[in-house]
């Protein structure tokens, strides 16, 4: 039986540091970087916590616009991946309270 070819990736995943180092300097490869690593990831934490696919999304696209606006936020905790997750979490819970203030989401 032979084996599959071992194909490498087509291109190495790039370090947390230096996509912080490019979005702090306003290089729009940091933004790239930190989309085509952690999007997919920070997508299914998030479809996790909404409702929908369709809110799911929007809260993703709210994500990152918030982050462009504020990159200091990355900076926050001990990693960029768990920055992340907390930031999302965080968001995530604020949405909530905002549709349960406004009657559209019960709390149990």
Request: proline share 7%.
């Amino acid at each position: 039986m032979s084996m599959p070819p071992n194909f490498p990736a087509p291109f190495p995943p790039v370090n947390d540091n230096i996509i912080l180092s490019q979005i702090n300097i306003g290089d729009i490869s940091g933004w790239d970087a930190l989309y085509d690593k952690y999007a997919s990831m920070m997508y299914g934490v998030i479809l996790r916590l909404s409702v929908s696919s369709e809110e799911a999304d929007e809260i993703l696209v709210s994500v990152f616009l918030q982050l462009n606006n504020a990159p200091a936020l990355l900076l926050k905790g001990p990693n960029l991946c768990l920055s992340l997750l907390q930031y999302i979490n965080q968001h995530c819970d604020k949405r909530a309270a905002g549709l349960i203030k406004e009657g559209k989401l019960m709390y149990f």
